[in-house]
């Protein structure tokens, strides 16, 4: 697998890659937005680590750039830590966010996290069929990957994936961020739990329609989320 290391600092990015090549990934690096560019679109990647404050083309507007193409992961690794930053990044597709100074260690857990295959949700038979929310108008396909909502897909991130396919595994129990954590994302996901109210957020926006305003997913004030529709099925 391959990691387009994007970071304008040379030392910072040797870093990532020396660490990210010990554990067998190939990569690749850009000091530059625009290079970033010119790289993804030459040679592609399988997961992106992206600092914000770069030249010539800023990592938001990479970030926004890539994510109009292509679901692959996206890790904001920035010196802008703040709340505001962390759910800016996040709601301009960014799948998770490490704030300078880092732990390279963590970073990496992060990096295996996002590419760890879905087993959480996977069927365990080839051809399973998808799971039906909604009356049936949603479709949760586990071995495509792949959200849709009256048989067209839904462009969503693999965590929102994860997470909406975590909620229709059992559609009557209300899930707790720090459980949808530990579920979709992976126990070694080591992010804030507040950012599932984000990922939730960007699907609700994604599924929402006249009389199902929030994409129906409900919040149960207090304990967490869950599906609005109990008629989930096999």
Same mark, same amino acid.
């Not at 960014?94 to 704030?99: K, L, R």
């Not at 495509?144 to 994936?161: M, Q």
């Given at each position: 697998?391959?990691?387009?290391?994007?970071?304008?600092?040379?030392?910072?990015?040797?870093?990532?890659?020396?660490?990210?090549?010990?554990?067998?990934?190939?990569?690749?690096?850009?000091?530059?937005?625009?290079?970033?560019?010119?790289?993804?679109? $030459? #040679? !592609? &990647?399988?997961?992106?680590?992206?600092?914000?404050?770069?030249?010539?083309?800023?990592? %938001?507007? @990479?970030?926004? =750039?890539?994510?109009?193409?292509?679901?692959?992961?996206?890790?904001?690794?920035?010196?802008?830590?703040?709340?505001?930053?962390?759910?800016?990044?996040?709601?301009?597709?960014?799948?998770?966010?490490?704030?300078?100074?880092?732990?390279?260690?963590?970073?990496?857990?992060?990096?295996?996290?996002?590419?760890?295959?879905?087993?959480?949700?996977?069927?365990? $038979? #080839? !051809? &399973?069929?998808?799971?039906?929310?909604?009356?049936?108008?949603?479709?949760?396909?586990? %071995?495509? @990957?792949?959200? =849709?909502?009256?048989?067209?897909?839904?462009?969503?991130?693999?965590?929102?994936?994860?997470?909406?396919?975590?909620?229709?595994?059992?559609?009557?129990?209300?899930?707790?961020?720090?459980?949808?954590?530990?579920?979709?994302?992976?126990?070694?996901?080591?992010?804030?739990?507040?950012?599932?109210?984000?990922?939730?957020?960007?699907?609700?926006?994604?599924?929402? #329609?006249?009389?199902?305003?929030?994409?129906?997913?409900?919040?149960?004030?207090?304990?967490?989320?869950?599906?609005?529709?109990?008629?989930?099925?096999?």
């Amino acid at each position: 697998m391959k990691i387009l290391i994007v970071e304008d600092e040379p030392a910072i990015a040797e870093v990532v890659a020396a660490y990210a090549q010990r554990e067998g990934y190939e990569t690749s690096w850009a000091p530059d937005g625009l290079t970033a560019m010119a790289l993804w679109e $030459s #040679e !592609g &990647a399988d997961l992106v680590v992206l600092d914000l404050m770069l030249p010539k083309l800023r990592g %938001e507007e @990479v970030c926004r =750039r890539i994510r109009a193409r292509s679901q692959v992961p996206i890790i904001m690794l920035t010196a802008k830590g703040g709340e505001t930053d962390v759910v800016s990044g996040l709601d301009e597709g960014a799948n998770d966010y490490v704030s300078k100074p880092f732990s390279p260690r963590v970073l990496m857990a992060r990096i295996r996290a996002q590419l760890r295959p879905a087993r959480e949700v996977r069927p365990k $038979s #080839e !051809g &399973a069929a998808p799971l039906l929310c909604a009356g049936g108008r949603i479709e949760i396909d586990l %071995e495509r @990957v792949e959200l =849709r909502k009256d048989g067209t897909p839904i462009p969503v991130t693999r965590s929102e994936f994860l997470i909406f396919s975590t909620l229709a595994s059992r559609p009557i129990r209300t899930w707790s961020r720090d459980e949808i954590i530990r579920t979709a994302l992976g126990e070694d996901y080591e992010g804030f739990d507040r950012t599932v109210d984000t990922y939730i957020k960007n699907l609700r926006k994604k599924l929402a #329609e006249p009389g199902h305003e929030n994409g129906w997913i409900r919040t149960v004030y207090g304990f967490g989320y869950r599906l609005d529709d109990a008629e989930t099925q096999p």
